[in-house]
């Protein structure tokens, strides 16, 4: 039992530096998945993920429930998508009309992040799940600035394929930009099952 309150049902799913464990909320009866992220530099990205979602309000965006505190790691409470992510072969859309559905939803969730003054940064089909209603939701926002001053970092943080090539560069200010360029790269995906090359 987590925090009296999420009772773990299944093992966790270990991605990038974090891990996620799919749990029971015994009080509101649903289930969520809570993301734990040990250590300083990933205590820094987890709140800058939970900034991030704080402000989302969006069909195609994870929701985020409440946050824990599991000895002195953050962790997130949020939705919890059953299934693959749409790097799965066996999701990828069988024809025209689903293939535009799908990049249709994937581009309203990026606008609605773009239009809180949030650059996501790696928007990919790793990143992406379809809910039982059939509605793409976007999550892992622990990459994610605010458009402005913030926008840089040091050395490459990306996923290669996916990341626009402003990226690479040793001291980086990017803009919303690099996210349009992910969902290009997404929809290339999408249609071929592959990504850009890398160089």
């Known amino acids: 039992m987590i925090?009296?309150?999420?009772?773990v049902v299944g093992a966790s799913f270990i991605g990038g530096m974090a891990a996620v464990w799919p749990c029971y909320d015994t009080i509101l009866e649903r289930r969520v998945a809570i993301k734990v992220m040990p250590g300083s530099a990933e205590k820094r990205r987890i709140r800058?993920?939970?900034c991030a979602l704080l402000k989302m309000?969006?069909?195609h965006v994870v929701q985020v429930y409440d946050v824990?505190?599991?000895n002195n790691d953050l962790a997130i409470v949020q939705e919890f998508i059953e299934g693959q992510d749409l790097f799965?072969?066996?999701?990828?859309?069988n024809n025209e009309n689903e293939y535009l559905k799908l990049l249709w939803q994937i581009a309203s969730g990026i606008a609605n992040i773009?239009?809180?003054?949030?650059?996501?940064r790696d928007i990919?089909?790793?990143n992406m799940k379809i809910d039982p209603e059939g509605v793409v939701k976007i999550f892992d926002f622990g990459l994610a600035r605010d458009e402005g001053p913030s926008a840089a970092t040091l050395g490459f943080v990306g996923t290669p394929g996916f990341a626009a090539p402003e990226l690479y560069s040793h001291h980086v200010t990017f803009t919303a930009a690099v996210d349009i360029y992910a969902f290009g790269a997404t929809a290339l995906f999408f249609r071929s099952s592959r990504s850009p090359p890398t160089s």
């Open 68 to 70: 824990l505190n599991l």
């Open 57 to 59: 309000r969006s069909n």
């Open 124 to 126: 990919k089909p790793g």
């Open 3 to 7: 925090a009296d309150r999420y009772e």
């Open 88 to 93: 799965d072969d066996d999701l990828a859309p």
């Open 114 to 120: 773009h239009d809180l003054g949030v650059i996501h």
């Open 48 to 50: 800058d993920e939970l």
